[in-house]
């Protein structure tokens, strides 16, 4: 029984590139959840989606940030034109369900360069 | 926005001893969760609280929701040096509005 499964674990970008961050939730979960984790900081919810919807994306960055959770294959966090400012550890969670308990992945850190 | 406060940031103590950490909040939360998170790990699941005063216990841990919906302790008794790492609390809703508000954490060091 596999849990929440993320990839890349590290990711390496130069200013100026693009970054994508899968998540594959838990099985038989259909909502996944994405947070932002800065050193020494909690984690900060960033947007929450369901099969093929965005139910909340309050956390999102208004630029350069998007989130999509295709009816196939993993849930993806995309960030455009990456800053220094982008560098932090992005968990994926996912839950059976609207409100139930958040499992975490392991977290992709993403370093800008 | 809604914060969560953990103090302090970190806490030493001695393998054997109890500790207990406490969570507070400005807002109400109809869940608390407490998470244990590992360096270059994601947070793992501890206790799940659903219900104001309900206390749960998971082997030497035991986690409270307070009364009043704007508190939360976690009490770790008999620590063993595999406890370390850092603790976070996390206040949620089970309605539409489901992202979970994450305080600061407390880094936990047991001294053999």
């Known amino acids: 029984n596999a849990g929440v499964m993320q990839n890349p674990r590290h990711l390496v970008r130069r200013r100026g590139q693009e970054a994508r961050l899968r998540c594959s939730p838990m099985k038989g979960h259909s909502h996944v959840y994405w947070y932002r984790q800065l050193p020494e900081e909690g984690l900060k919810f960033m947007v929450y989606?369901?099969?093929?919807?965005?139910?909340?994306e309050s956390g999102m960055p208004k630029e350069r940030f998007s989130a999509e959770f295709p009816k196939e294959g993993p849930s993806i966090l995309r960030i455009q034109q990456v800053v220094r400012g982008d560098s932090a550890a992005y968990f994926c969670?996912?839950?059976?369900?609207?409100?139930?308990?958040?499992?975490f992945g392991p977290g992709t850190r993403l370093l800008v360069l | 926005g809604q914060q969560l406060n953990q103090s302090p940031q970190s806490m030493f103590i001695q393998e054997g001893e109890d500790v207990s950490m406490n969570c507070t909040s400005s807002s109400i939360f109809n869940t608390w969760l407490w998470y244990k998170q590992e360096p270059g790990e994601g947070p793992v699941l501890l206790i799940a609280l659903y219900k104001a005063g309900e206390l749960t216990s998971n082997g030497r841990l035991t986690a409270q929701f307070g009364i009043t919906r704007k508190d939360s302790f976690l009490n770790i008794s008999a620590s063993i040096p595999s406890d370390v790492g850092i603790y976070f609390c996390a206040g949620g809703y089970t309605g539409a509005n489901s992202k979970l508000t994450f305080g600061k954490g407390i880094t936990l060091s047991v001294r053999p």
């Open positions: 969670a996912s839950s059976p369900d609207r409100g139930q308990t958040q499992y």
């Open positions: 989606l369901q099969k093929e919807n965005i139910i909340d």
